[in-house]
């Protein structure tokens, strides 16, 4: 296991390292680059011959990659200049990504909790009304762009009837006590009930909007594979041999349905806490992704680097949890 688990690590840091390569590159092949983001469209050029030169950018591509990787690796990945100018891009990184976890754990768990039960039980019972009605519903879920939803739901739940807040992750005013950044785990810490239900209130909308693409690709999967295992033949000899039903579908069903799904759950994670850029827009939550979409809006080139390689790093990372997760349920993934 432990050999497993090193090897996956350094093929982590291959990725991640050739992945700034490329988001290095691109980002300065963008048309107007660093210098015009940061002197506007009206510098002169002797004003853009001397930044051009103070920010190393006459220098060939791989010194600069060089030096990039060299800031980077100490923690300095330089100010922003339009998402919140002035402050270091780690700072406005370490401020967002709190908002863009709560957001997509409960976006999750709500896929999860009713994505895994459905895809059961829509397998159980083939061809039926629920069966038909899931595959519709998961559908629906995949072909929904993800902002129209997003829409639909602020207007009707937070406009129409005011039964929860429309955007932002707390209520303004509210005099509330910060330990960790994470809104409803301080108030559950500091014992601040109201300030907790109030943070929670403000994740309902948004999560709802997020997780309709996971829940539909998870109710698949997961419908896909317990549809798959019920036609082995080590279930119907369990069948055979008088079993009980509880048992066949918890030892036999579940147990090995859930391989691909695990798998299923860990990608729409990571793919959560790495693009939530358009639902964070619409609610105006402050998290990564609304982030993201400031910086590409203003060219905010130091944020843009940081955001995109977090946020691969955290897909990576949240991948690499759920290929141990793999190795575990089934050992022989690590002799592979």
């Known amino acids: 296991m ?11 840091v291959g990725v991640v390292l050739v992945l700034s390569m ?18 506007g469209e009206r510098g ?24 990039f990787l060299g800031r980077a690796l100490s923690g300095d990945f330089g100010a922003s200049t339009g998402v919140q100018p ?10 967002r990504f709190p908002a863009t976890v709560e957001l997509s754990v409960v976006a999750i768990v709500l896929a999860v909790l009713f994505g895994i039960p459905l895809g059961y039980l829509a397998a159980r ?12 519903g998961s559908l629906v879920g995949v072909a929904v762009p993800v902002f129209f939803l ?7 739940f937070a406009v129409q009837l005011g039964w929860l807040p429309a955007s932002g992750r707390q209520t303004g005013g509210l005099d ?6 994470f809104f409803v785990l301080d108030g559950l810490l500091t014992r601040e009930w109201d300030a907790a239900a109030d943070a929670l209130a403000h994740l309902v909308l948004p999560a709802m909007a997020l997780a309709t693409i996971p829940f539909a690709v998870i109710f698949r999967i997961t419908r896909a594979a317990v549809l798959d295992v019920l036609d082995e033949d080590y279930v119907r000899t369990a069948e055979s041999k008088g079993l009980t039903t509880s048992v066949i579908r ?26 939530a850029v358009l639902t964070e827009k619409v609610f105006a939550f402050p998290g990564l992704g609304e982030a993201l979409a400031l910086g590409f809006e203003r060219r905010d080139y130091p944020v843009l680097q940081l955001m995109i390689i977090m946020a691969a790093m955290v897909y990576v990372l949240v991948n690499l949890v759920v290929d141990l997760s793999y190795a575990v349920i089934d050992p022989r993934v690590r002799t592979r």
Not at 2 to 12: A, E, H, P
Not at 22 to 39: D, E, K, N, T, Y
Request: hydrophobic share 45%; aromatic share 8%.
């Open 86 to 95: 002035g402050d270091s891009a780690i700072e406005i990184f370490l401020q």
């Open 22 to 39: 490329l988001i290095f590159g691109w980002l300065r092949a963008l048309p107007g680059g660093p210098v015009s983001a940061l002197l």
């Open 176 to 181: 509330a006590t910060r330990v960790t950044g």
């Open 2 to 12: 432990l050999r497993y688990t090193l090897r996956r690590l350094l093929q982590l």
């Open 125 to 136: 019972r083939r061809g039926g009304w629920l069966d038909n009605l899931g595959v519709v």
């Open 250 to 275: 918890r030892r036999h069903v579940l147990r090995n349905a859930m391989l691909p799904v695990v798998t299923t759950i860990g990608l729409q994670t990571g793919a959560l806490l790495a693009g």
């Open 150 to 156: 997003a829409f639909l739901l602020k207007y009707l």
């Open 44 to 67: 002169t050029e002797e004003a853009r011959r001397e930044l051009t030169a103070q920010l190393g950018l006459d220098q060939p591509i791989f010194v600069q990659y060089g030096k």
